[in-house]
């Protein structure tokens, strides 16, 4: 129970029963009332409405809440369903900066965010933990090459022109067209919260990818999908002949109990060579594992962060490309395209790397 006197505020419950032990005061409603010692009930739902609207028509503009509205039905995992282009990047957190992972996130969340998803073509962007607080991750999906590079760049300038400047530094960055995606077959819900295991390799010089090889990733799809709380994987591998070849692969789970076991799953198929030649790598580039801290998917619904006062983030709009970045002069750049494999087995200094 709460005593009301002078100017304070009346807590209305959402469900628009209110009930009142002790009050005076006027109300436009109710007109002049004093009952002490007894009570009086009042449906307030239309006032609740009427206020709630002149509330938020009374807010700031760069005060507001933005509401991203889904552009597509279900999530485009790339082929066969959907064209999908992804750029990775991993960043190192400098240890003199201040700065940990949860600090560098939030600045992408609130600066970067309301930018990247109002840019045409747009299909996702997560960030998640790594394992290690000193690096962190994030993952831009556009249907074209084109404007996911514009996304990889526009990335790059805002650490370059904001607070983030001197406080990260690229770790890995990869430019990736996707070849395959698995998953349910309509994603239209956020992965925030969940797991995501992420690697880059680089094949032996002068590998050739085999010619039944979407057949091979179609088969490890049928295994993944026997494990509780797969979400998603998604393949893509190199185009253009870059040389050698790098594969950047990626795996979603509800936990990382889900992850762990499609590992002891596979670790005896890749090591006795069931999947092939897929395993003819040279080296892993780089590996993350971590739960996913934000993810924005063009299919899902979201409240973006209010950006702070001053700020320009240019919410609320579908972006132009930044004429420095648009698709006629957009410079070559690495093309990693992504090929998923759950585990391979990779020759490394100080032993043996599955995954």
């Given at each position: 129970?709460?005593?009301?006197?002078?100017?304070?505020?009346?807590?209305?419950?959402?469900?628009?029963?209110?009930?009142?032990?002790?009050?005076?005061?006027?109300?436009?409603?109710?007109?002049?009332h004093?009952?002490?010692?007894?009570?009086?009930?009042?449906?307030?739902?239309?006032?609740?409405?009427?206020?709630?609207?002149?509330?938020?028509?009374?807010?700031?503009?760069?005060?507001?809440?933005?509401?991203?509205?889904p552009?597509?039905?279900?999530?485009p995992?790339?082929?066969?369903?959907?064209?999908?282009?992804?750029?990775?990047?991993?960043?190192?957190?400098?240890p003199?900066?201040?700065?940990n992972?949860?600090?560098?996130?939030?600045e992408?969340?609130?600066?970067f965010?309301?930018?990247?998803?109002?840019?045409?073509?747009f299909?996702?962007?997560?960030?998640?933990?790594?394992?290690?607080?000193?690096?962190?991750?994030?993952?831009?999906?556009?249907?074209?090459?084109?404007?996911?590079?514009?996304?990889?760049?526009?990335?790059?300038?805002?650490?370059?022109?904001?607070?983030?400047?001197?406080?990260i530094?690229?770790?890995?960055?990869?430019?990736?067209?996707?070849?395959?995606?698995?998953?349910?077959?309509c994603?239209?819900?956020?992965?925030?919260?969940?797991?995501?295991?992420t690697?880059?390799?680089?094949?032996?010089?002068?590998?050739?990818?085999?010619?039944?090889?979407?057949?091979?990733?179609?088969?490890i799809?049928?295994?993944?999908?026997?494990?509780?709380?797969?979400?998603?994987?998604?393949?893509?591998?190199?185009?253009?002949?870059?040389?050698?070849?790098?594969?950047?692969?990626?795996?979603?789970?509800?936990?990382?109990?889900?992850?762990?076991?499609?590992?002891?799953i596979?670790?005896?198929?890749?090591?006795?060579?069931?999947?092939?030649?897929i395993?003819?790598?040279?080296?892993?580039?780089?590996?993350?594992?971590g739960?996913?801290?934000?993810?924005?998917?063009?299919?899902?619904?979201?409240?973006?962060?209010?950006?702070?006062?001053?700020?320009?983030?240019?919410?609320?709009?579908?972006?132009?490309?930044?004429?420095?970045?648009?698709?006629?002069?957009?410079?070559?750049?690495?093309n990693?395209?992504?090929i998923?494999?759950?585990?391979?087995?990779?020759?490394?200094v100080?032993g043996?790397?599955?995954?």
């Amino acid at each position: 129970m709460k005593l009301l006197i002078e100017d304070d505020e009346i807590i209305i419950k959402e469900n628009g029963t209110n009930v009142f032990l002790f009050a005076s005061g006027t109300s436009p409603e109710l007109g002049p009332h004093a009952d002490y010692g007894t009570s009086f009930t009042k449906d307030f739902i239309d006032e609740v409405e009427k206020v709630i609207e002149e509330e938020d028509t009374n807010i700031p503009t760069d005060q507001q809440p933005t509401i991203f509205e889904p552009t597509c039905d279900c999530q485009p995992l790339g082929p066969p369903d959907a064209e999908s282009f992804v750029v990775t990047r991993l960043w190192d957190i400098s240890p003199s900066s201040g700065f940990n992972d949860q600090d560098v996130i939030d600045e992408f969340n609130k600066g970067f965010a309301p930018i990247v998803t109002a840019l045409p073509g747009f299909q996702r962007y997560t960030a998640s933990y790594t394992g290690n607080a000193s690096t962190v991750f994030f993952m831009n999906a556009f249907d074209t090459q084109e404007l996911a590079h514009a996304a990889q760049e526009a990335a790059k300038d805002f650490v370059a022109n904001g607070v983030l400047k001197n406080v990260i530094t690229p770790n890995t960055f990869t430019e990736d067209e996707v070849i395959i995606g698995f998953g349910d077959e309509c994603i239209t819900e956020s992965s925030k919260g969940h797991y995501l295991s992420t690697r880059v390799f680089e094949h032996e010089e002068g590998y050739v990818r085999p010619d039944n090889e979407i057949e091979i990733f179609t088969d490890i799809a049928d295994i993944v999908r026997t494990v509780e709380g797969n979400i998603m994987y998604a393949v893509s591998t190199t185009s253009l002949g870059e040389s050698p070849q790098t594969d950047f692969r990626w795996d979603i789970y509800e936990t990382r109990e889900g992850s762990d076991k499609i590992s002891s799953i596979m670790t005896p198929l890749a090591a006795n060579g069931t999947f092939g030649d897929i395993n003819a790598l040279k080296k892993l580039v780089a590996v993350t594992e971590g739960e996913i801290a934000f993810d924005y998917l063009c299919a899902s619904p979201a409240n973006l962060p209010v950006a702070e006062s001053g700020e320009d983030v240019r919410v609320n709009e579908k972006l132009p490309l930044p004429e420095e970045v648009t698709t006629s002069n957009v410079a070559s750049s690495l093309n990693v395209h992504i090929i998923y494999s759950v585990l391979i087995c990779i020759t490394l200094v100080g032993g043996v790397y599955w995954r």
